[in-house]
């Protein structure tokens, strides 16, 4: 499995509760762009119409490359998944409080997958003691290094 690209901000805002693997339909200098590494899931979120899951605001770079025929940047992409999870997903997000971010994507064999995360949001304090204990256990895993 080859790592992408991954959404930090995703684990830094969001408590992640379930995680789906899904397929992405890209078009042909897409996929060249992906292969080389030049995909952001910063921004990007998902969301559910007509029973299809898509993606928006994912960037992939357009193809070096690539002729008339290259991709616009910033389109919305089709997400692959069964219809058994999508209904899962979509009742868990009618229950409120829920959403749903893309929080990496990578190469699978030779098929390019994303995966996706049930969320709720953080809070400020939340985030803050999140920091604090990254910080606490640094400081620690530090320490015990320069003591052996």
Known sequence: MKIISR??????DYFLL?????????????IKSVRLGN???????VRIKND????????IAPYDHGNIFNHEARR???????????????????EG????????????GSK?????ALAKGKKL??????????AAKRDIEKSLKNYY
Request: proline residues 1%.
């Open 7 to 12: 959404n930090k901000k995703a684990h830094h």
């Open 18 to 30: 379930d995680t789906y693997e899904a397929g992405i339909e890209l078009k042909g200098t897409e």
């Open 39 to 45: 995909v952001n899931l910063k921004d990007s979120f």
């Open 52 to 59: 299809e899951v898509y993606v928006e605001n994912m960037h």
């Open 76 to 94: 919305t992409r089709k997400l692959l998944l069964h219809k058994k999870e999508i209904l899962k997903i979509t009742n868990k997000l009618k």
């Open 97 to 108: 409080g829920l959403t749903v971010v893309p929080t990496k994507m990578y190469f699978s």
């Open 112 to 116: 390019a997958k994303l995966e996706i």
């Open 125 to 134: 304090y939340d985030k803050r003691n999140d920091l604090k204990e990254k």
